[in-house]
Nanobody, 120 residues
Framework: QVQLVESGGGLVQPGGSLRLSCAASGNILSINAMGWYRQAPGKQRELVATVTSGGTITYTDSVKGRFTISGDNAKNTVYLQMNMLKPEDTALYYC??????????????WGQGTQVTVSS
């Protein structure tokens, strides 16, 4: 019923930049929040950044000042601009959305993940 299409991952050198995009489509009535999580090998999935429909933004401490999340409500799309990337940012990045379907049911959906590798 809901599809999340992610793009923008890849290999970048330390200090470089990447921009992730995630577009949600399907039987969506409204989106409450969209965001990004990441999971490095051997570690638990962690929140990176989220933005609500009201514009409230949350970042994990390790990315503050380097990453910027933004959303386009008209396109049901969220972006993550990642600057000054570090090797410790290497992970599989997942898009997440919390929304209400046309049927009225609330849902929590995940994308397939896009790999970000920071290495020289």
């Amino acid at each position: 019923q809901v599809q999340l299409v992610e793009s923008g991952g890849g290999l970048v050198q330390p200090g470089g930049s990447l921009r992730l995009s995630c577009a949600a489509s399907g039987n969506i009535l409204s989106i409450n929040a969209m965001g990004w999580y990441r999971q490095a090998p051997g570690k638990q999935r962690e929140l990176v950044a989220t933005v609500t429909s009201g514009g409230t933004i949350t970042y994990t401490d390790s990315v503050k000042g380097r990453f910027t999340i933004s959303g386009d409500n008209a396109k049901n799309t969220v972006y993550l601009q990642m600057n000054m990337l570090k090797p410790e940012d290497t992970a599989l990045y997942y898009c997440n959305t919390k929304l209400r379907l046309v049927s009225g049911i609330r849902g929590d959906y995940w994308g397939q993940g896009t790999q970000v590798t920071v290495s020289s």
